[in-house]
T-cell receptor, first 116, second 115 residues
Framework: GAGVSQSPSNKVTEKGKDVELRCDPISGHTALYWYRQSLGQGLEFLIY????????KSGLPSDRFSAERTGGSVSTLTIQRTQQEDSAVYLC??????????????FGDGTRLSIL | AQSVSQHNHHVILSEAASLELGCNYSYGGTVNLFWYVQYPGQHLQLLLKYFSGDPLVKGIKGFEAEFIKSKFSFNLRKPSVQWSDTAEYFCAVKGGLRGTYKYIFGTGTRLKVLA
C-alpha cells in the first residue's frame, strides 16, 4: 500500500520567503509527526498531531513555524520568513494511533529544504 | 532531561565482521525502544522494537538488540555484517505509558561496510 508521502522532495528558496511543506500520511493513521533533521544531528521533534489537534507544539523552533492538519489526514508545515538555519530535511511520520504504545512510526522520504 | 546517546558516529567494518552499535538513554519510567535504519536514498524504516517481555529482541535482516534496564542501554548487534548493511542507524526512545507520544532520537551512526 501507499506509504507516507511528502512534497516537495526538494525545495530551494531565498532567505525571507515563506515555504509550505506537505505530508500525506498513510490512510487510517491518526497520529502524525513532524521532525527536522539537520546535518550531523538526530531527528528533532517539531510537532505531533492526534487527529486534527496538536497537543504538543513545544518542538517548534520559533513562531515562524506553524503546522496544521485537516480532515485528520494531510498536514502542512509552514515556515515564514525563512532563515538559513532553517535548511534541513523535514521528515513526516505517521502511525495508527498512540493510545497503545506498540505502534511504530512510518516515515516519508522527507523534504530537503535549502535556504539561500 | 530525556535524551538518547549514540556513541559511535561513524563505523567502518569489513564484510563478515561483527557489529555492535551503542545506545544509551535517559528517561524516567517505562520505555519503549526502537532502532530505525535509513539506507542510502531511502526513508527511515523500523529495524526492531522493544516494548516488554524478553529483553533480547530480534529484528529484520539478522539484527538483534538487547535491553539492559540497569544500564539504560539498548545496543544493536549483528554477528556478521554484509555490504548491504551500509546505512545510517538511529536509536529512539518513547515513554511506555498509554498516551505517550513523543519519540526522542539519537544523532545516528553511519555504518559503512567494505566489500
Amino acid at each position: 500500500g501507499a506509504g507516507v508521502s511528502q512534497s516537495p522532495s526538494n525545495k530551494v528558496t531565498e532567505k525571507g520567503k515563506d515555504v509550505e511543506l506537505r505530508c500525506d500520511p498513510i490512510s487510517g493513521h491518526t497520529a502524525l509527526y513532524w521532525y527536522r533533521q539537520s546535518l550531523g544531528q538526530g531527528l528533532e521533534f517539531l510537532i505531533y498531531f492526534q487527529g486534527n489537534s496538536a497537543p504538543d507544539k513545544s518542538g517548534l523552533p520559533s513562531d515562524r513555524f506553524s503546522a496544521e492538519r485537516t480532515g485528520g489526514s494531510v498536514s502542512t508545515l509552514t515556515i515564514q520568513r525563512t532563515q538559513q538555519e532553517d535548511s534541513a530535511v523535514y521528515l513526516c511520520a505517521s502511525s495508527v494511533e498512540t493510545g497503545t504504545s506498540n505502534q511504530p512510526q512510518h516515515f516519508g522520504d522527507g523534504t530537503r529544504l535549502s535556504i539561500l | 532531561a530525556q535524551s538518547v546517546s549514540q556513541h559511535n558516529h561513524h563505523v567502518i567494518l569489513s564484510e563478515a565482521a561483527s557489529l555492535e552499535l551503542g545506545c544509551n538513554y535517559s528517561y524516567g519510567g517505562t520505555v519503549n525502544l526502537f532502532w530505525y535504519v535509513q539506507y542510502p536514498g531511502q526513508h527511515l524504516q523500523l529495524l526492531l522494537k522493544y516494548f516488554s517481555g524478553d529483553p533480547l529482541v530480534k529484528g529484520i535482516k539478522g539484527f538483534e538488540a538487547e535491553f539492559i534496564k540497569s544500564k539504560f542501554s539498548f545496543n544493536l548487534r549483528k554477528p556478521s555484517v554484509q555490504w548491504s548493511d551500509t546505512a545510517e542507524y538511529f536509536c529512539a526512545v518513547k515513554g511506555g505509558l498509554r498516551g505517550t507520544y513523543k519519540y526522542i532520537f539519537g544523532t545516528g551512526t553511519r555504518l559503512k561496510v567494505l566489500a
